[in-house]
């Protein structure tokens, strides 16, 4: 089965930092693409984040200029540097991928596997 852990979250004040970092195990895809999601507390499941099997990235309109995310493919893991963090950025963060080469925030039924989540919070 494929997993998907998700680890890095905690509290930290408005204009801090933090670095997510989501590990894939089971996969027999040697190219996917992944994504970070997040859910506030009353409202729905958003985009952050994705990126392609080559590398290529793309952000919700929040996310850049704070956010980057990166793979380390031979390593199997997902990471999500996020900086100068605000109150709204409040939510749980999952991970998710897909066997496909390219995915899209926009379209998260693609994604075929999902984290159980990390919680960021800022105050």
């Known amino acids: 089965d494929v997993q998907l852990a998700e680890s890095g979250g905690g509290s930290v004040q408005a204009g801090g930092s933090l670095k997510l970092s989501c590990t894939l195990s089971g996969t027999t895809h040697t190219r996917r693409c992944m994504g970070w999601f997040r859910q506030a507390p009353r409202k729905e499941r958003e985009g952050v984040a994705d990126?392609?099997?080559?590398?290529?990235?793309s952000y919700e309109d929040s996310a850049k200029g704070r956010f980057t995310i990166s793979k380390d493919d031979d390593k199997d893991i997902l990471f999500l540097d996020m900086n100068d963090l605000t109150p709204e950025d409040t939510a749980m963060y999952y991970c998710?991928?897909?066997?496909?080469?390219?995915?899209?925030?926009?379209?998260?039924?693609?994604?075929?596997?999902w984290g159980q989540g990390t919680q960021v919070t800022v105050s």
């Open positions: 990126i392609d099997a080559d590398g290529t990235a």
């Open positions: 998710a991928a897909d066997g496909a080469d390219f995915c899209w925030i926009g379209f998260p039924n693609q994604f075929a596997y």
